[in-house]
């Protein structure tokens, strides 16, 4: 996910100071890693290097003095520009699972009780984001990202499970290179 961007999406709607930003964008991306207060400020003073946003004045709120910004003409073309191109599928597909499976048959380990673990912790967390989004007074925002989620985690699981009934052939090709 672009940093850069999603912050230019939110300041499309208007001039924000950073702690604002990070707010709105853990609240817009629920089931997304939390932006880093550093991250939102750095993101932001490379955006006003380049053109896309600008400072706004500062505000104070009765607190301390907080700089805002917002988008310029380039960082609303450059937005549009962004949020139309399509995300191409990933050319290479790199798997953390598939690697330690292999590693694990590499290193006389047992690949069949890594599955069973990984298999285990992918339902766990599928039961977390099902309560997530089924818990009372829950918003689309957080239900979408939580369906998105639990989708990735069921297609892992299916991989994992084929890939287990596959373990004996797998292990003689690994054994044989």
Request: proline share 5%; hydrophobic share 40%; aromatic share 6%.
């Amino acid at each position: 996910m672009s940093t850069r961007h999603i912050l230019l999406g939110l300041l499309a709607g208007g001039p924000s100071h950073g702690y604002d930003l990070k707010r709105r964008h853990d609240d817009r991306f629920p089931e997304a890693r939390p932006l880093a207060y550093g991250q939102v400020y750095t993101t932001l003073q490379r955006l006003v290097r380049d053109g896309l946003a600008e400072v706004d004045g500062t505000d104070s709120d009765g607190g301390p003095e907080r700089t805002m910004y917002r988008s310029t003409e380039a960082g609303t073309r450059e937005l549009a520009q962004w949020a139309g191109q399509i995300a191409p599928p990933a050319p290479f597909v790199t798997n953390e699972i598939f690697a330690k499976v292999v590693v694990s048959i590499l290193a006389g380990g047992d690949p069949d009780a890594y599955l069973r673990a990984q298999r285990a912790a992918h339902m766990a967390r599928m039961r977390e984001l099902t309560a997530v989004k089924t818990a009372h007074g829950a918003d689309l925002a957080t239900v979408l990202s939580a369906d998105y989620a639990l989708n990735h985690l069921d297609a892992d699981l299916r991989w994992m499970n084929t890939t287990a009934a596959r373990l004996t052939t797998l292990t003689a090709e690994v054994d044989s290179a």
